[in-house]
């Protein structure tokens, strides 16, 4: 027997659609569900319909403030099955986020059990219950007075409120956020104080109306759950002003001491939504990949007692305000929040400014207590038939015993009562209902005092209904109770761009040569600063107007200093010619007695190398002197493109750089070699040269000599010569001739018999020269610095034989 027959047609008619058609056909309706049904809350109450819909079901299943909770699956389940066809995820999620303090400014669902946290999420809904919050309450309050309009379900079985009546502004109050197909929205949570005061300015003041510069006085800015600080700038005016706008929020963070030596930095508030987790996985990767220099580690300290305690460890010497600047540049401790004011009204999306948020608002409750007043009315009218009706019947109570005593049936005592009293059938039925307890004197009075109140109750709702002014006043009234009830202190600060002073990063960028620079307009009070660096090797800061508190130690002077704006960076130039960079920001200030940092804790220095130089704000060419007597100069703004740890001169193998300094067209230069010989020559016979290229013959040494010492030659420049005997020459720069560069310079130390070279040389002005001490006199300088000595040696003197000799070189301290 043979099989069915393959089929040769699937279908007796083929149309062809077009493509477009049917994308538009298809694509429109799922967008236009996805934005008005799940994504974008609506302008009256600020719910998305899942949110109203968990709010209705738990109000109808009676889970108030003071009720014993319920399992979250119990409510999920309700809503699924009843108003929401959709995956039971997404309900519990939307419940969740209503419950999570962090998330919500105003939570309106109480929980109980692991409702999760910024960084894990909630238990699953089996485990978990919850109610409704008080605040919650104010949102269904009035809900069964007819105040909003109720539609059928997806299964036209139930019934459910387009919107809530929504005393609480939960748009302003909670925000919202949300995607959707081509649009979004991202609404700032607000303090509920002064989004209450900006809506009575709205409902007061309708001619003219309150500009956004007046609303931002007494709405000061978004009030975050989590805290932090917002950063105000003319971003938020715009978002106020058009709905649309970018704002900064920082964290809460302040330094406090760990050891002698090292701080801490502790943030106690995120910005909104930042976990610690991400914050801490961010600052670990940054360190690891060399990115944040100086954190030592990371810890997190919060518990239920005292909240959130992040503390990021600096390493010794670090300057934690540097650290702490560079954080919030790139770290979630600084973020931005887009404000994208986008909400449902009548159905379609708008982008709504401040006032206009406020307008509809008002426009929401003017309705809410006109349907409500409106349905009190219609009750009371109701009530008031009847009790009238009552109350004719107990005049007459013997007529109406006896037409219901001669009445065949209920029917015709009905139209008796009707006729013979002026009754409606409502009336005659309310007292063909009436209980023999009725007819006592006290009923009577009662029925009596109930018309006189429900008279009372029918004239005060008709002034409501016949003014508008009556109406406003109650929306002001009700405000101002929720107000009381509810309001809480403003947790974020708001602090404005201009009124920052100290540390105040803007967004970062990296040059060229690899280093962080800064970009945009500048935020941080620009003050200059004086960097000093010691033969000890620790590196500080200090703002020139502030006052010197470090004290020199032992052996301990200084070698170089340069000054520099707070918001730029300092050149440090090692011996071995590379050039090592770092914000100003970053070296250690001089606190406390703090000399600074060591610095190699900042800088990357191979071993045996040293800091020879310091550049700060350096205009011209500046000259490097190396110890094999070559001399180079070059552009001082070459150096910001260098990157740092490369090398700003090409070095002979075993040479090293003995000095770094400002070298302008028109100055001189001096060098002092071992041999006692000192070089004086124009600077602008030093060719200006690359980075890359190497130098010229400075100075013309002999065999074995080398380079001690150089300098720029000014008004009493001196020069101090020490032999490795432990003399000491003097000799002011004016007596020495001016040479030629690349000869061998005039001879000024003669060496002894016993001395074979200079070991120590210095030049500069008199106020830093080395003096001699002995038992038998005091030769020192014009200008004596008491310090402590830095090089010590015994000899011979011929004027004060036997005597000891001290070498002391002075530092420069009064910068």
């Not at 409120?161 to 109050?173: H, M, Q, S, T």
């Not at 003041?205 to 700038?233: N, W, Y």
Request: charged share 25%; net charge negative; hydrophobic share 40%.
């Amino acid at each position: 027997m043979a099989g069915p027959t393959a089929p040769t047609s699937i279908a007796r008619e083929v149309h062809d659609v077009d493509v477009a058609d049917e994308m538009r056909d298809s694509f429109m309706p799922y967008a236009l569900s996805v934005t008005t049904a799940r994504a974008i809350p609506d302008v009256h109450d600020g719910l998305k319909p899942v949110q109203r819909r968990i709010l209705y079901v738990m109000d109808d299943l009676g889970l108030r403030p003071g009720t014993p909770f319920r399992k979250s699956a119990g409510v999920v389940g309700e809503v699924m099955g009843k108003y929401h066809p959709h995956g039971d995820g997404a309900i519990y999620e939307a419940m969740v986020r209503m419950g999570q303090a962090f998330a919500m400014s105003a939570p309106l669902v109480e929980p109980k059990g692991n409702f999760g946290s910024l960084d894990d999420p909630p238990a699953a809904y089996r485990y978990t219950e919850a109610r409704l919050s008080a605040l919650a309450m104010t949102m269904v309050a009035g809900i069964d007075e007819d105040t909003v309009d109720l539609v059928s379900n997806f299964d036209g079985e139930r019934t459910e409120p387009v919107c809530l009546p929504a005393l609480l502004p939960n748009l302003l109050v909670n925000g919202a956020s949300g995607i959707a197909v081509g649009m979004a929205t991202n609404m700032a949570p607000h303090n509920l104080a002064e989004v209450a005061s900006a809506i009575k300015l709205v409902l007061r003041q309708r001619r003219p109306k309150p500009t956004t510069a007046e609303l931002m006085s007494l709405v000061r800015g978004p009030d975050f759950p989590s805290g932090g600080t917002v950063i105000v700038d003319d971003g938020l005016a715009e978002a106020y002003e058009s709905g649309r706008g970018t704002i900064r929020i920082r964290a809460k963070a302040h330094i406090e001491p760990i050891t002698s030596r090292r701080d801490g930095i502790v943030v106690t508030e995120l910005p909104y939504m930042v976990g610690p987790e991400r914050v801490q996985a961010k600052i670990r990767e940054l360190a690891a990949g060399g990115r944040i220099e100086g954190v030592a580690a990371v810890n997190d300290l919060s518990d239920r007692n005292h909240g959130l305690r992040l503390v990021i460890e600096c390493r010794p010497g670090v300057n934690a305000q540097g650290v702490l600047s560079q954080l919030w540049a790139l770290t979630p401790l600084e973020d931005t929040f887009g404000i994208n004011n986008v909400a449902l009204v009548d159905g379609v999306p708008r982008q709504l400014g401040l006032r206009a948020l406020c307008e509809h608002y008002i426009e929401h409750r003017l309705d809410v207590i006109i349907r409500r007043t409106q349905h009190r009315l219609d009750r009371a009218l109701e009530r008031e038939h009847i009790v009238a009706g009552l109350l004719i019947a107990l005049d007459n109570i013997d007529t109406v015993i006896a037409i219901i005593r001669s009445a065949s049936d209920v029917t015709a005592a009905r139209t008796e009562l009707m006729a013979r009293l002026d009754l409606t059938e409502i009336q005659a039925n309310h007292i063909l209902d009436m209980q023999l307890r009725r007819l006592t004197a006290l009923e009577t009075q009662r029925l009596r005092d109930e018309l006189g109140e429900l008279r009372d109750a029918i004239a005060q709702h008709r002034r409501i209904l016949e003014s508008d002014a009556r109406r406003r006043t109650i929306v002001e009234r009700e405000l101002d109770e929720l107000v009381e009830e509810f309001a809480i202190p403003r947790r974020t600060e708001i602090r404005h761009r201009d009124d920052l002073v100290e540390f105040v990063p803007p967004s970062p960028h990296a040059d060229a040569a690899g280093a962080l620079e800064f970009d945009g307009e500048r935020e941080t009070a620009e003050r200059t600063s004086v960097i000093t660096l010691s033969t000890s090797g620790l590196l500080g800061r200090r703002h020139s107007e502030d006052p010197l508190s470090a004290k020199p130690g032992r052996h301990d002077v200084l070698v170089a200093t340069a000054a520099a704006s707070d918001l730029d960076a300092v050149h440090l130039i090692t011996d071995r010619g590379r050039v090592l960079r770092t914000e100003v920001r970053a070296v250690p200030e001089m606190l406390r007695g703090s000399r600074g940092a060591p610095v190699r804790e900042m800088f990357s220095l191979a071993r045996g190398e040293q800091p020879v130089a310091l550049f700060g704000d350096v205009s011209g060419p500046i000259a490097i002197i190396t110890r094999g007597g070559v001399a180079k100069r070059l552009d001082a703004a070459v150096l910001g493109s260098i990157r740092s740890g490369n090398t700003v001169i090409s070095l002979n193998e075993g040479d090293r750089v003995v000095a770094g300094f400002g070298a302008p067209d028109g100055g001189e230069v001096a060098m002092v070699a071992s041999t006692g010989h000192v070089l004086r020559f124009a600077a602008d016979s030093v060719t200006v040269r690359g980075p890359n290229a190497a130098g010229v013959t400075g100075m013309k040494l002999r065999p074995g000599a080398t380079v001690l010492a150089a300098a720029p030659i000014a008004f009493g420049t001196l020069v101090a010569e020490v032999t490795d005997e432990g003399a000491l020459k003097v000799t002011e720069m004016s007596d020495i001739p001016s040479r030629g560069r690349g000869t061998s310079g005039s001879p000024t130390v003669r060496l002894s018999g016993f001395e074979t070279q200079v070991a120590y040389a210095w030049v500069g002005v008199n106020r830093q020269v080395a003096a001699i001490t002995a038992p038998q006199g005091d030769i020192s300088s014009p200008d004596p610095t008491p310090v402590r000595p830095q090089l010590e040696s015994t000899r011979r003197n011929g004027a004060a034989r036997g005597a000891q000799t001290r070498i002391v070189t002075l530092g420069e301290y009064r910068f």
